[in-house]
């Protein structure tokens, strides 16, 4: 065989494997992704709750507008108190 037969030969190859995995590598099936099932620990969201409105107490307020802006705030934070231990025990 001449260098000639040799060379022609090995082009006609390669552009049989070329043409060859051109037409079968985009034909052939996509693989799936596999589905690993394992526990995942998710943690609890962080609820959206408001916060009070605490007001402050004036010095030269009388007695009874002192009373009633403690009472109103401590009624403020004993509801913010029971909406944080409602979602506390949602995450539990």
């Known amino acids: 065989m001449t260098l000639r037969t040799l060379l022609k030969r090995l082009i006609l190859t390669s ?3 070329s043409i060859t995995l051109i037409f079968f590598g985009c034909v052939s099936p996509k693989l799936q ?4 099932e394992k526990p995942v620990m998710v ?3 962080i609820p959206d709750i408001p916060k ?5 107490i004036p010095p030269n307020a009388s007695y009874l ?3 009633q802006i ?4 401590y009624i403020q934070l004993y509801q913010e108190n029971i909406l944080l231990r409602e979602s506390i025990k949602l995450c539990k």
């Open 70 to 73: 403690i009472l109103n705030n």
């Open 52 to 56: 009070a409105d605490i007001k402050p």
């Open 33 to 36: 992704p596999a589905v690993i």
């Open 65 to 67: 507008e002192k009373l």
């Open 15 to 17: 552009l049989v494997i």
């Open 43 to 45: 943690k609890c969201p």
